[in-house]
């Protein structure tokens, strides 16, 4: 009788712990107040799945970005703010006087970072994966101070290697070089005899948001680092899709075909801002301080209006749902056509009735995504999509061979964005990411020529034949669209 009333007493004591840690995640969840998708998938994981639900949830379902960095992330504010006002006391390089479709978008970003419109700046776009990498060589070849890079997937071979010598070479002329790569997306190169050479030469490299198991409780461990960017001599600066990968050599056994990737290239005041960004992703991620770039070192003279910038970079300890904000605001100015490319389409509620909205009221909405993916899940997820984006009246296209990995926004001829952002959860919510907003006609027409060349190696997606798809495939698709608030 005892050991079958202490056996009763264990198992009640086990079911207390149990329903109180299940209630208590489940309000956690629910006070977090994200999209209703993402706590109903939240929900029915700790439900399905006892005890792990509850692991995978503190594990993978908040942006922790753990003790030391969220101290310096509030450490680091004063000085960006000190840094905004210093270089708003040159009015030259700011405008109000931007495009019509522009212009909610330049209000939103003043009133959330206290900057207006960038001018002065040069742009130059480029689509072609020898031609970004000659560049991006040619300019550190000729680089005399410093050269700050992060990039989420660095990977051996091919052009990627003459990088790597250019860097060295660099180093050796007294270049400062200093380099930031996701831990996860270059796991492989941070263990490669290619990373040890770049160390060796004196290249400061630092692994971002290392993957530690031990330590998933006080860091969600898929936050990732996943923006591309470099910056020469404080004064040339690039960002686009591209990692520093050469396709050739890049998951070639994926059989997706070779990444289809852009850059720009930028001149002037905007590498400022560029700047103040890097300075803080490496004081958040080391706990070093790096001197924020000087404007009147660098900046041109605002010589016309062309090419009107801003950069707008997200993450944990950034301005919340920043990006988010500013593809709805593009989407709702849009008149007369926009057209997205993104090799991930796994879209917020938000995102795909704006998107589904713009098209119903006539403009013309296409989105352009590979036929092939790398992601099994976002595959199938993306596709779930599928029918409500064409009863919507949008228009989709699938592009062949390659696996299109560009991201950009183009609206009305006039207004692109072009960065690091998938149509996913995972950019628009949590990863750290950066993307440009470029309000420049002549940009655009540059921009527009690349996407006819897209839709041109594109097919259409016809509505009647995607609802004779078979049942097997929509049985998968709904499968995975369950999971698509935490992809």
Known sequence: MQFTSFHALVSTLIFLVYWLLIVSTTLRIVFKRRPTTYVIAWMLVIYILPIIGVILYFALGEAHLGQ?????????????????????????????????VSKPIFQLCKHQTGLDGIRGNHIELLSNTDAIFDRLIADINQAKSNIEMVFYIWNEGGKADDVEQALIQATQRGVICRLMIDSAG?????????????????????????????RFMFRRLDLRQHRKVAIIDNYISY???????????????????????????????????????????????????????????????????????????????????????????????????????????????????????????????????????????????????????????????????????????????????????????????????????IDDAQFAKSLSALLEQYLSQSDKIAIAKWKKRPIWQRVVERLFYFFAPLL
């Open 68 to 100: 030391q960095r969220a101290k310096r992330a509030q450490k680091m504010r004063p000085t960006i703010s000190k840094f905004i006002n210093r270089i708003s006391a040159f009015p030259d390089i700011f405008t109000t006087k931007v495009s019509q």
């Open 186 to 214: 270059s796991r492989h190169f941070i263990r490669s005899k290619a990373c040890q050479r770049m160390r060796d030469a004196g290249i400061v490299i630092v692994e971002a948001l290392q993957v530690n198991l031990l």
């Open 239 to 437: 960002t686009g899709s591209m990692n520093i990968v050469d396709p050739r050599f890049f998951k070639q056994n994926k059989h997706v075909g070779e990444w289809v990737d852009i850059m720009i290239r930028m001149c002037g005041p905007v590498t400022t801002l560029m700047g103040a960004i890097y300075a803080s992703d490496w004081e958040l991620e080391t706990g070093k301080y790096l001197a924020l770039p000087q404007i009147t070192d660098f900046a041109e003279p605002p010589e016309e209006e062309k090419h009107i910038m801003q950069l707008i970079a997200s993450g944990p300890g950034y301005t919340e749902n920043m990006i988010h904000q500013v593809l709805l605001t593009a989407i709702y100015s849009a008149q007369e056509q926009i057209i997205f490319t993104t090799p991930y389409l796994v879209p917020s509620d938000d995102i795909l009735h704006a998107v589904c909205t713009a098209a119903q009221r006539g403009v013309e909405v296409i989105i352009i995504v590979p036929k092939k993916n790398d992601s099994l899940m976002v595959k199938w997820a993306s596709r779930a999509f599928f029918s409500e984006l064409l009863n919507g009246g949008v228009k989709l296209y699938q592009f062949n061979d390659n696996l299109l990995h560009t991201k950009s926004v183009l609206i009305d001829n006039q207004l692109s964005l072009v960065g690091t952002v998938n149509l996913d959860m995972r950019s628009l919510w949590l990863n750290f990411e950066i993307t440009t907003v």
